[in-house]
């Protein structure tokens, strides 16, 4: 890949990676910025795209439309929700859906289908980053929603239907948007909480911890790519 684009929710997402990747040209377009940046022979476009699915739909639309990516990341922070899976660890998606859409009708209407995979290099190229880095990792499902999960009776639910490993707030429609356009992603997120009854205390102490940690690691990974 030559040309990578980099896609987290919130500033707290984005500061390591922006402090690395300095003397970025900004380049406005829908009322995001993408920062344009060179690294390693790479082309990478970083963008804070906001919370919650149709601010990552159309930050990464933007990148297919208007700078012609060759793959996407999502990066950030997410819920815990599989039994191994604890604070800190890393989360890489090997396929992504929604947990607040009924997968019936996408699967009956365009662009019939619910389930989003990630491509198997970008999973493999996260997957030996964290190994060469000692960073604990998982790979499994990630579900998206509009909403903070921070409910154990939420989480119950969501985990009975969903069977994720990880629960965050964008990279459904990341995937989702991928797939309509024919384009690897994968998401890489670390765990902030365990999306239960704590999880908005935790959130408040891992957050910053947490989006270092899956920085460093997307660096890494740019490289690798």
Same mark, same amino acid.
């Given at each position: 890949m030559n040309t990578i684009g980099i896609i987290g929710a919130m500033p707290s997402e984005m500061e390591d990676i922006r402090r690395v990747l300095k003397d970025a040209e900004i380049i406005s377009v829908g009322g995001y910025d993408f920062y344009r940046s060179e690294t390693g022979g790479k082309t990478v476009y970083h963008v804070c795209c906001g919370v919650a699915t149709v601010n990552a739909a159309i930050c990464t639309q933007i990148l297919v439309?208007?700078?012609?990516?060759?793959?996407?990341?999502?990066?950030?922070?997410?819920?815990?929700?599989?039994?191994?899976?604890?604070?800190?660890?890393?989360?890489? =998606?090997? /396929? $992504?859906?929604?947990?607040?859409?009924?997968?019936?009708?996408? !699967?009956?209407?365009?662009?019939?289908?619910? #389930?989003?995979?990630?491509?198997?290099?970008?999973?493999?190229?996260?997957?030996?980053?964290?190994? =060469?880095? /000692? $960073?604990?990792?998982?790979?499994?499902?990630?579900?998206?929603? !509009?909403?903070?999960?921070?409910?154990?009776? #939420?989480?119950?639910?969501?985990?009975?239907?969903?069977k994720p490993m990880a629960v965050d707030m964008e990279s459904a429609a990341i995937g989702h948007c991928a797939f309509r356009n024919k384009l690897p992603f994968v998401s890489v997120r670390c765990i902030s909480d365990n999306a239960d009854d704590d999880g908005e205390m935790s959130f408040e102490t891992f957050e910053k911890l947490a989006a270092k940690r899956v920085a460093g690691l997307v660096l890494t990974m740019i490289s690798r790519l």
């Open positions: 439309d208007r700078f012609q990516v060759d793959g996407v990341i999502s990066v950030g922070i997410a819920g815990g929700m599989g039994e191994k899976v604890k604070v800190c660890d890393i989360v890489i =998606s090997d /396929e $992504v859906l929604y947990h607040d859409v009924d997968a019936h009708f996408l !699967d009956k209407y365009p662009p019939y289908c619910s #389930v989003y995979r990630a491509d198997k290099g970008m999973i493999t190229c996260a997957a030996e980053t964290c190994e =060469s880095q /000692e $960073v604990p990792c998982f790979v499994g499902r990630i579900v998206s929603g !509009d909403a903070f999960i921070s409910s154990n009776e #939420v989480k119950a639910d969501i985990a009975e239907r969903c």
